[in-house]
């Protein structure tokens, strides 16, 4: 299995990850956890790149795509290879939305990049944890370029994702976290991974 977590920020994504993957090994599922932008060396220092400089959008999609095709080939496809389920904080998703959505980079643009940098894999199944941006940004602690840019940029980024969810129904499953403690929001992820134990 190979499951993707999107969402604008401070969404709880990191903290589901870290729960589903405590749940996954007490069921010895045998499992990676990983992230993007990073998750390789080569990738992680394309991150320390991105998320604090101002860039041109075509620049900064250049080094998103990058940072994947790097991370794809080195983790997510051996790991895939050896039958470990693969929990990715983020994936091609984030891009369409980010750099699609917000940025205004041509979606078309967007879609051949991310096949490109993954082989033309898609996840699985995708979950987007759904959360009023203004809560999710009020939980930034070290914001990054993308939290500091603010709430319409955010807002945009959240349409991005609920325009992918109406358009790939079988793979987006959204979690409405607002008002849910993590404990509930891990309940609900597991009830859908059950089916694929
Ligand atoms: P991170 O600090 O990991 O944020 P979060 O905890 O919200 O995931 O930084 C990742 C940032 O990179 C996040 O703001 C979203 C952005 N991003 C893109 O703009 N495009 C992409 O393709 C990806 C993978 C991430």
């Not at 969810?165 to 987006?172: A, D, G, Y």
Request: with cysteine; charged share 25%; hydrophobic share 40%.
């Amino acid at each position: 299995m190979f499951i993707t977590f999107e969402g604008t920020e401070g969404c709880g994504k990191s903290t589901l990850i870290q729960n589903l993957s405590h749940k996954l090994k007490e069921l010895k599922v045998p499992h990676i956890v990983t992230r993007e932008p990073g998750g390789s060396t080569v990738a992680e220092s394309i991150r320390a790149v991105i998320l604090h400089q101002e860039m041109d959008p075509l620049t900064e999609l250049f080094l998103y795509e990058a940072a994947r095709a790097e991370h794809f080939k080195t983790v997510v496809e051996p790991a895939l290879k050896k039958k470990q389920w693969v929990l990715c904080d983020r994936f091609t998703d984030s891009t369409i939305a980010y750099q699609g959505f917000a940025r205004g980079l041509p979606l078309p643009m967007i879609e051949k990049l991310n096949q490109m940098a993954t082989e033309k894999t898609k996840p699985h199944l995708t979950f987007f944890l759904d959360l009023p941006v203004e809560i999710g940004l009020s939980r930034a602690s070290d914001p990054n370029k993308f939290e500091k840019a603010g709430i319409d940029f955010q807002k945009k980024v959240r349409k991005g994702f609920v325009t992918l969810s109406k358009q790939n129904p079988k793979r987006f499953r959204t979690l409405k976290v607002q008002n849910k403690n993590p404990a509930e929001v891990c309940t609900s992820a597991m009830k859908i991974l059950k089916a694929y134990l």
